[in-house]
């Protein structure tokens, strides 16, 4: 079982960068490949930012390349998604999300954050 508490949201102007935190509970956090999703209003949950058990390897929507950066610490139990270059179309509810293996699709993933809102102003 993985408890999953994201923080870091806020309200920002275009341009400006917020670093989302994930903490999780338990012993088995390294075990996990971990993503981040967001979801705006009337929109599907989509794919942000995935990173492997390890870290070694991460991967991006194409929307998000170049601006977004997912990383963890596993000593701390602790994702990251540091975003650079906010855009208002990013303004959506980010959710972290636990899995064995990274994939874009939502369904798969075992476990998931309550979420945290990020709203970036024109």
């Known amino acids: 079982q993985v408890q999953l508490v994201e923080s870091g949201g806020g309200l920002v102007q275009a341009g400006d960068s917020l670093r989302l935190s994930c903490v999780a509970s338990g012993r088995t956090f390294s075990r996990y490949a971990m993503a981040w999703f967001r979801q705006a209003p009337g929109k599907e949950r989509e794919f942000v930012a995935g990173?492997?058990?390890?870290?070694?390897?991460?991967y991006y929507a194409d929307s998000v390349k170049g601006r977004f950066t997912i990383s963890r610490d596993n000593a701390k139990n602790t994702v990251y998604l540091q975003m650079n270059s906010l855009k208002p179309e990013d303004t959506a509810v980010y959710y972290c999300?636990?899995?064995?293996?990274?994939?874009?699709?939502?369904?798969?993933?075992?476990?998931w954050g309550q979420g945290t809102q990020v709203t970036v102003s024109s």
């Open positions: 999300a636990a899995n064995s293996r990274v994939v874009v699709s939502a369904q798969p993933y075992d476990y």
């Open positions: 990173i492997t058990a390890s870290g070694g390897s991460t």
